[in-house]
């Protein structure tokens, strides 16, 4: 097969070479935005008469028609032909002739490939919104089943203070807010045109970027063709917020993956998202958490990966940049395939109400309001601190909590108590007492959880 190249060369490509320096294997996804491309390209040199308005037709017509083919299967892929770019092409001339050689005309594969990437990033954009979208609207509705439910809130993993239930999952319901935010800031960077930058230098055709900017939906045409041919901080930037994304998911993971374990024995997962152990017979493993957990190292590399081939590489293009698309996709896919997954699991776990309010009392989860109340009384905080500090020592010492001490035992540690304190001690107490803004007490928790319905057009609850 004579290649596009061809002209200057003698000898054949050595079949190693063409295995060894192939993207077909991995860059056929890009079909139908390189064929989207392709067809506003068509247009764009029919409108400025670097071929004629049928003979745009023509091409536009038979990239649909490549496009079937490639979405069905039936256009076969061969190494020798390098990429997906030649595939089309190939495949155009092949129906087409000459009008399909016409095609390329003031463009480049450097420009192409960025051009496909970008679109394609795009819409991975786009999908990956509405995923954190779906996932935020699992953590709210399961707020409003668990609005009744206290939980402990752990600094150091060790108890620190109570929150509703709802406050953990509001709280991944922020994390995942910026994550939207990060892409969408992502996608403007992304939406910048770079076909017609040819292969480094601009063209010396009269060509109109700005006209297939426009076709392709993209805000303008990249300014500097040099940054073009060698641009891939786009995809270093997608690739870190997929990365941030997936921190979060593996956060949330491992937490789960603790609650459910008997020592914690916070959550039940559903049958269909846990599986057995081959040899011992009680055995039910989160491997969906761990896994989405387990799965964040391709992502969070992924910045890494890209990072090192860019580094040091001269300007502009290099092939270097061909891999560029295993991370990225690598990234993508296993990010969607959390994704895809997690709002099930969000929904389908229950909390295990009974075992979790059993040991709640354990821990002093009340000791910091009890300091406030302190403070309330005009004591320093410092001093209240250290009062407290005491009056945990000797529940300690005698294995009770703090609301189990007497009245005369609690002014004796601090004659500011007065009867008024049981308001404040007790889980239950502790957790009302909550009232700042942002807080993980019962008011501010269901002010957040108004919000976040509202936010995500979800009907106001009763
Ligand atoms: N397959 C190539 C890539 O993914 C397309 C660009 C090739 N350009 C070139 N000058 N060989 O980067």
């Not at 079909?31 to 091409?59: F, K, N, P």
């Not at 076709?215 to 990249?222: I, T, V």
């Not at 929904?347 to 109400?353: D, I, K, P, S």
């Amino acid at each position: 097969m004579s290649k596009a190249w061809g002209g200057r060369f003698s000898q054949a490509t050595d079949p190693r070479v063409e295995r060894f320096t192939e993207s077909i294997s991995f860059d056929a996804r890009l079909a139908a935005v390189d064929i989207r491309g392709s067809q506003a390209h068509a247009r764009m040199l029919a409108q400025v008469g670097l071929i004629t308005a049928s003979e745009a037709e023509q091409l536009c017509r038979a990239l649909d028609e490549i496009a079937g083919e490639i979405g069905r299967g039936e256009l076969p892929f061969d190494t020798a032909l390098e990429d997906i770019h030649m595939h089309v092409e190939t495949a155009l001339i092949a129906r087409l002739g000459d009008v399909g050689r016409k095609l390329h005309t003031g463009r480049s594969r450097n420009d192409q490939v960025a051009t496909d990437l970008k679109l394609y990033v795009r819409d991975a954009i786009d999908l990956l919104d509405g995923l954190l979208h779906d996932l935020q609207v699992a953590f709210v509705e399961r707020s409003t089943d668990d609005l009744d439910v206290i939980l402990p809130g752990y600094t150091h993993l060790q108890r620190a203070q109570p929150v509703m239930a709802p406050h953990y999952w509001l709280c991944y319901c922020e994390k995942l807010a910026r994550d939207r935010e990060r892409l969408a800031d992502c996608r403007r960077r992304v939406n910048v045109s770079p076909l017609g930058a040819a292969a480094l230098a601009g063209t010396s055709l009269p060509i109109d970027r700005f006209l297939t900017a426009e076709l392709l939906g993209f805000s303008h045409p990249a300014a500097n063709s040099l940054d073009v041919s060698s641009d891939r901080d786009f995809l270093i930037e997608f690739c870190s917020a997929l990365a941030q994304i997936a921190a979060h998911l593996a956060t949330w993971a491992e937490e789960w993956i603790l609650w459910c374990t008997t020592e914690f024995g916070f959550l039940k997962l559903p049958d269909a998202y846990t599986t057995g152990s081959s040899i011992m017979p009680q055995k039910r493993n989160p491997d969906v958490l761990e896994l989405i957990r387990g799965k964040a190292a391709r992502v969070l590399t992924s910045p890494a990966r890209l990072l090192t081939l860019v580094k040091g590489l001269p300007l502009a293009y290099n092939r270097d940049l061909q891999e560029d698309k295993l991370a990225v996709f690598d990234a993508l896919d296993t990010t969607v395939a959390c994704l895809e997954l997690a709002p099930a699991v969000v929904l389908g776990a229950t909390l295990q109400r009974e075992r979790i309010a059993a040991r709640l009392e354990e821990g002093f989860l009340d000791a910091t309001v009890l300091m406030e109340y302190l403070i309330g009384r005009g004591v320093p905080m410092r001093t209240g601190h250290e009062t407290v500090g005491k009056l945990v020592r000797l529940c300690e010492t005698r294995g009770c909590r703090l609301g189990d001490l007497s009245l005369s035992e609690l002014q004796t540690a601090c004659p500011a108590i007065e009867a008024g304190v049981a308001g404040v001690l007790g889980v239950a107490n502790a957790v009302r007492a909550l009232t700042s803004f942002g807080s993980g007490g019962a008011g501010a928790v269901r002010q957040q959880l108004d919000q976040w319905r509202q936010r995500l057009n979800l009907a106001p609850l009763a």
